[in-house]
C-alpha cells in the first residue's frame, strides 16, 4: 500500500510532470522557431506549431509518423536523412547548420538547424531533436551585400584608376591592386596602416596629406585636381585626382577616399605641344624680329640713297646727269616697294597686319595719291582721271596709309598694264550709317585686261596672269594678295571684271568712321585768329565748294557758300548791309557767266564791298594772272588742286597781315607761303651719319637752324644746355647709349618743372604694327618713318609748329662773327661762283662728319690715321675761309699726333662745336650767293 507519503510525492510528480508539459507546450506552440522529435527512422515524433505551418499543416499532431519525405523533394529529404544518422550513429550533435531548404514549388528557404541525439532513459539514442530558425531573410541580406562585395572588389582591382581610402591620419585603409602595383607591392593589403610619405617623395606627400587634412576639415571633395606626383627614383607622373570625405553610417567624416586617373600621357603630350608652341612662337618672334631688323638695316641705306637722289636733282644739273639721277631715284624707289611688299606678305603670313587707324581726308588722300602716280600715267601717254562724289564726309576715321597703298597698288597696275587711254579712279558711297561710311572703290584701266581664267587666281600671292609678261612688266604678285588681306582688314571685299584686250575694272570697298571732332592741331594763335571767322567760298563746281567747307569748317571758320559771281557778290552786298562783311573771301578763278576776275573788277570798282581779302583759287595758272591779281588788289593766288596745309597757311598769311593802305602790298602765293614758313631751331637726333646728314640738310633747305646729336644722352644734354630754345626735336628712335624712347621720357620728366612742351618727332625705320603707339606713348608728338620723304616730314613739322606766319617781319639775320666764316674772302676764293660755292660747302658738309666719326674710331685704337684726317678737315676748312673750325680742326690734329687721347677728346668737342656754328653760316652764304645770281 502506498504510503501518505508516497501518495503525495506522486501527486506532486505528476503536478510537477503536468507543469512540465505544459511549459513543453507552451514551447511548442509560441516558439517562432522550427522544433522537431524524431525516431531513428526519421518519423516525425511531435513538432512545434511554427514547423507545422512551416511544412503547410493545420496542426502540429498531423505530421506525427510522417518522414521529410512527405514534404520535401527527395533529394532534399535524404540529405536531412543522412544528417540525422550522422547525429544517431555517432551521438554527436549537429549545432547551427545552414540548411537550404528546397521545396515542391521551388521555393528556396534558409534555416539555421542545430540537431541533438534523443536518448531514452537508458541513455540509448530513439532518435534526433533539434531546431531550426527561418535565416532566410538574413541570409538575403548577406547575399546582397556579397554581391555588393563582390561588385566594389571587381572595380578595386581591376580599374585602371587608382583607389584608395584613408583613416584620418591619412593612412591607407584600402587600396585597389592597380595603386598597389603603382607601389610596387603584391598585394593590396601590404598598403594598409602605411601612407603616402612611404611611397612618394615628400614634396608630394606633403601635398597630398595637406589636401586632404583640409578636407576632413571643411568636408569639402576636391573634384578633378592635377597632382604631379614625384617618386624617389626620381621619375615623375601625373594623375588627375578626386578625393572625398569619408563618412560613417552617422556622417561621421573618419577619412578620405579618393580616385585618381593616370593623366601623364595627355600631360606629356600638352608638354610636347606647349614646347612645340613656344618654339613656334619663338621661331615667329625671331622671324618678325628679323624682318623688322632687316627692313631697319635695308631701309638705312635705302634712306640715304633715296634722299640723297633727291636732294642732287634739287642742285644744277646737265639733262644727262638728270636723267641719270632719275633713274637712280626710279629703282630706288621701286626696291622700296618691293621692301615694303615682301615686309608686308611676311606681315600677313605672320597674322601681324593691323591697321593703323586715324583721321584723314578722303579728298586729300586721293589727290595727293593720284598726283604722285601721275607721272608714270605722263610717261606713258595715259590720261589719269578721279572723281569722289560731292557729298562727302568731311573726314574719315581708317588707315589712310593703307588704302592710299590699295589705291597705288590698283592705280599702279592699271598704269603698268594699259598702253593706251586712260586710267580712271571712281569713289562713290555704298551705304553711310551714323557714324560708319562704307565707299566703293573703281580703278578702270583700258589695258590688255585679264583672262577669266586667271581672274580669281591673281588675288593669291606670287601668281601673275600671265608669267611670260613678268619680265615685260616686272613686279613680284604681291601687291593684290596685300590689298586683298588689307580690304578684308578694312571690312570691304575686292573683286574685278576684265576682257582681255578690253581693259580691267577692279572694285573694292572698305568702311571707314565718320570722324566727329575735326581736330587739325593747329597753333593757339592761329586758332585765335580762325575761330569763328565768317568767309565766303565762290566756286561753280559743288565738290569743291564742299571740300573747301569741310576745310574751313574743320579750322572752326564759318564758311557761306555761293555757286557763282553773282550770287558773290550779293552775298558780299547782304553781309555789307548786316554790318557783318566777310574778313575772307575764296574765289574760283574759272566760272561761267562771269569768272573770278569779273567778280573782283565789280569788287574793286564798288567801294561799299571792299575791306574783305579775296583768295583766287585757280585750276590752270595763266601768265600774267598774278600782277592782274595785283592790280585787282587780291591778296593771294593759289593754284589748285590746294592742299590743306597749304590753304591753312595761305589763309593764316593773309588774314594775319595788317591791313596795308593803297601800298603795293605782296600777292600771297604758293612760293611766299612757303617762304614765310617759320624758321625753327631744330636739334635732330640721329646716330646715323647719313641720316643725319640726310635730315639736316632737308630741314636747313627750308630755313631752319639745325643741331644735331648723335647719342639719346647727348640730345637730352643739348636740349637742357641750349640757350635760345629749341623749336622742335627729330628723335632717332634707334640709338647707342639711351636710345630715342628713354632721351624722349626724360625730357618730359624734366619739362614736368617748367611746364613747358617742345614737339618730339620720332623717326623710325621700323614698319612693324605698335611703332606708331610706342612713340606715342614715350611721350612723343608725331612720328615719321625712315626713309623720310621731304613733304611728310614738313607737313608733319608744319602742323606742330605752325604759327601765324608773319610775312612782314623778316627773320633777323645774325651777324656772324669772322672767325667762323669770312664770307668775303670766301666768294673772293670762289670766284663769286655760286655753284662752285654750293658744290665745295656739298662736299665739306657731307665729308666733315665721315671725318669727325673717323677721328673719333681712330682715336681708342691709337692710328696714325687720326691725326691725318684731322689734317684733312683743318684744310678744307681753311679753303672754306672757315678760322676758328680750321684751328679746332688743326688743334685735334697735334693733340692727335701726340697720342694724347683725353686731350683729343676735348679737342674734338670744341671742333664739333665750332662746326655747328659754322654750318649754319656756310648755308646762309650760299642762299645767299644764290639769290644774287637769280
Ligand atoms: P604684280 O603687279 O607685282 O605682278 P599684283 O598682285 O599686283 O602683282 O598683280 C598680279 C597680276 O595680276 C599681275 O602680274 C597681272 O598679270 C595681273 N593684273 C593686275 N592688275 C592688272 C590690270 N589692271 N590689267 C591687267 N592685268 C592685271
Redesign the pocket.
Known sequence: MASREDVTSREQAKEELMEEKYLLRTLMDNLPDCIYFKDRQGRFLRISRAHAEVLGLGTPDQAVGKTDLDFYPTEQAEEFHNAEQEVTTTGKPMIAKEERQTWPDGRVTWFSTTKMPLRDANGNIIGTFGVSRDITERKQTEAELMAERHLLRTLMDNLPDVIYFKDLASRFTHINRALARSFGLDDPAQAVGKSDFDFFTGEHAQQAFADEQEIIRTGQAMLGKEEKETWPDGHVTWASTTKMPLRDSNGKIIGTFGVSRGITRRKQAEEELRNAKEAAEAANRAKSDFLAMMSHEIRTPMNGIIGMTELALDTPLSPEQRGFLNSVKESADTLLTLINDILDFSKIEAGKLSLDVGEFDLQDLISNTMRALAPRGDEKGLELTWETPPDFPPRLAGDPGRLRQVLV??VG??I???ERGEVDLRVEIDSQGEDRVTLHFC?T?T????PQE?QQQ??DPF????SS??RK?????????I?TRLVKLMEGRIWLE?ERNQ??R?HFTAKFGIAKELQPQLAPAAKVILRGTPVLVVDDNATNRRILEAMLKGWSMEPTLAEGGKECLVALQRARELGKPFPLVLLDAHMPDMDGFMVAERYQQDRTLAGSAVMMLTSAGHRGDASRCRELGISAYLVKPIRRSELLEGILLVLGKPSQKGDRHELVTRHTIREARRKLRVLVAEDSVINRELAMRLLQKQGHTILTATTGVEAVERWEKDAEGFNIILMDVQMPDMDGFQATAMIREKEKISGKHIPIIAMTAYAMAGDRERCLAAGMDAYVSKPIRHQELFETIQALVMDVPNISKKVPVEELPKEVLDEALLMSRVDNDAQLLKDLVDLFLTECPRLLDEIRAGLDKKEAKTAERGAQLRGAAANLAAKSTSEAALKVERLAAAGDLAQTESGLQELEYELERLKPALLAVQVGAEKEQI
Do not use: C, H, R
Request: proline letters at 0%; zero cysteines.
Open positions: 597698288n590698283l597696275n592699271a603698268k598694264f594699259t580703278v584701266d589695258g590688255i585686261g585679264i586667271k591673281i588675288f601668281v601673275q596672269a600671265d609678261t613678268t612688266y616686272g613686279g613680284t604678285g604681291l601687291g593684290l594678295a590689298s576684265s581693259g580691267s577692279f
